[in-house]
């Protein structure tokens, strides 16, 4: 049957894996409830289009054709900002004389904040998307007001609690810290992709009961509607590949032989890289486990190195038929197989959800930004996760024996259960996140197209229903 659809609404995703992944999801979350997709992206990353004939596709002129942006600089992320710019804008007014009042609103990953400008010269309402735990959000926007009183701060210091910031210590300040401190330049970066801007509300990749106390903080600060309705790839009614990588489905068979629980999945994500002495570590850590486990060395992602050559000579056929190396997994379908018994993660947050949505105990490892907030929580606060202190094969080979043979490992996976089944209360009829959701479309539906954004309304969704509802274990 034909669905009539409703208004349309435009989504600037972010180019890189990790932020590209929750925008489609959101997109085919927005397509199943009655709207109309258009995706205006950015050439570089472009997503695959035949995975989603139901979008319309627009590829901005991101100016990148020679420059090699795979990794996210600061710079990268200005120089994207200011040239999509233009093309946006001409874009939307093409768009907006044929489609008039039917576009509803744009709604754009925080990182693409130029979207504001364009959107507030011609009238269009905005939504800002968090692809970033709000953990994480919190902890940036506590730091900006006062960054003195936590930069410079000395060695001696790194174990200690960063004030206001419990679990957080110096040690995870989560911006890029160089002689103990944080340039301005990130500082003011981190800023611009913390400021809404005139946006009429937020939509989170999080779940309302997973991380109520942080939203709520957030909520008094930003002072618009916020909708975490996550995790976003558990929403999807019809799940398509985001993937900018080809994924090795070969793992699968291999994990098919594999006892239940066994499998120690490693991948440290899209974009973390790590030189070669820690590869070496890693290696000996997993094999002196003797735990069966399945490795995602990612190219590019050994410093100085293409790929997997830098691991220890022979070191493939000595693991033999125990291990499994690719360049790319299908990762959520690798978590949710019945052989993967641990996750030894750089604690990206779409990692993180897809860990816990399949009840999968983790190891943490995080290396930048966002990463080093979602480990303690994992550790401290959630306790689903086992902190890799050092990088050094004994330690690694214990952590791994840890969470894979001990009592305290049986431990964490029996929490990680519980958490799973909190995710599954979200998503269900009634559930937070659903609820979220319904609330999120009915908002969307009567946005006022092209006219000046209406006043922003304190706690208007979160407050309805905050109070009821159950804090899994955040304290
Ligand atoms: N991913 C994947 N295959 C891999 C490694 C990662 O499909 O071999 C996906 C993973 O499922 C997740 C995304 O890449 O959705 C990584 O996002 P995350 O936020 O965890 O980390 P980032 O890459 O942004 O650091």
């Given at each position: 049957m034909k669905i009539e659809r409703k208004q349309s609404v435009v989504l600037v995703p972010c180019p890189y894996q990790g932020h590209l992944t929750p925008m489609l999801q959101l997109g085919s979350i927005l397509y199943s409830q009655g709207f109309s997709v258009i995706v205006a992206h950015t050439?570089?990353?472009?997503?695959?289009?035949s995975n989603y004939p139901q979008f319309v596709f627009h590829s901005m002129d991101?100016?990148?054709?020679?420059?090699?942006?795979?990794f996210p600089s600061l710079e990268n992320l200005y120089s994207m900002n200011e040239n999509c710019k233009v093309h946006l804008r001409d874009y939307l007014v093409t768009m907006m004389e044929e489609v008039g009042n039917e576009l509803a609103c744009i709604v754009y990953?925080?990182?693409?904040?130029f979207v504001d400008d364009v959107a507030t010269q011609l009238k269009v309402p905005t939504i800002v998307l968090s692809t970033f735990s709000a953990a994480f959000t919190h902890s940036m926007i506590t730091i900006f007001p006062q960054p003195e009183k936590y930069?410079?701060?000395?060695?001696?210091?790194?174990?200690d609690p960063l004030p206001d910031l419990?679990?957080?210590?110096?040690?995870?300040?989560p911006f890029f810290v160089i002689n103990n401190t944080v340039p301005e330049a990130a500082l003011e970066f981190h800023r611009a992709i913390c400021d809404i801007g005139s946006s009429v509300a937020t939509i989170w990749n999080t779940m309302q009961d997973l991380e109520s106390s942080m939203l709520l903080r957030l909520q008094e600060h930003y002072k618009v509607p916020f909708f975490p309705i996550g995790p976003f790839h558990k929403m999807v009614p019809l799940a398509s590949s985001t993937s900018l990588l080809e994924e090795d489905n070969s793992c699968i068979e291999w994990l098919d032989r594999q006892a239940p629980n066994s499998v120690l999945y490693v991948s440290l994500g899209s974009l973390a890289t790590i030189d070669d002495k820690e590869l070496i570590e890693t290696a000996w850590g997993l094999a002196n486990s003797e735990q069966p486990f399945l490795w995602v060395i990612r190219?590019?992602?050994?410093?100085?190195?293409?790929?997997?050559?830098?691991?220890?000579?022979?070191f493939e056929e000595m693991i033999g038929e125990r291990g499994r190396i690719v360049k790319w997994a299908p990762q959520k379908q690798v978590l949710a197989?019945?052989?993967?018994?641990?996750f030894y993660t750089h604690c990206g947050w779409n990692s993180m959800l897809e860990s816990i949505s399949e009840q999968v105990p983790m190891i943490c490892r995080p290396i930048i930004a966002d990463q080093l907030v979602n480990a303690r929580y994992l550790t401290?606060?959630?306790?689903v996760g086992i902190e890799l202190?050092?990088?050094?094969r004994t330690v690694i080979e214990k952590t791994i024996m840890k969470l894979m043979l001990s009592e305290e490992g049986k431990d964490v996976k029996k929490r990680v259960v519980d958490m799973k089944q909190n995710i599954v209360a979200a998503m269900q009829i009634g559930g937070t996140s659903q609820k979220n959701l319904k609330d999120l479309i009915d908002f969307i539906s009567v946005l006022p197209s092209?006219?000046?954004?209406p006043t922003p309304v304190v706690g208007a969704i979160m407050s309805s229903n905050h109070t009821s509802s159950k804090c899994i274990r955040e304290s």
């Open positions: 050439q570089y990353n472009a997503p695959n289009y991101d100016g990148f054709q020679v420059i090699d942006i795979s990953d925080n990182v693409m904040f930069f410079p701060f000395e060695d001696s210091q790194l174990l419990h679990p957080l210590r110096y040690k995870d300040v190219p590019g992602s050994i410093s100085g190195f293409q790929c997997a050559e830098a691991l220890p000579d022979g197989h019945p052989a993967i018994g641990g401290q606060i959630y306790k202190e050092v990088i050094e092209r006219l000046p954004p």
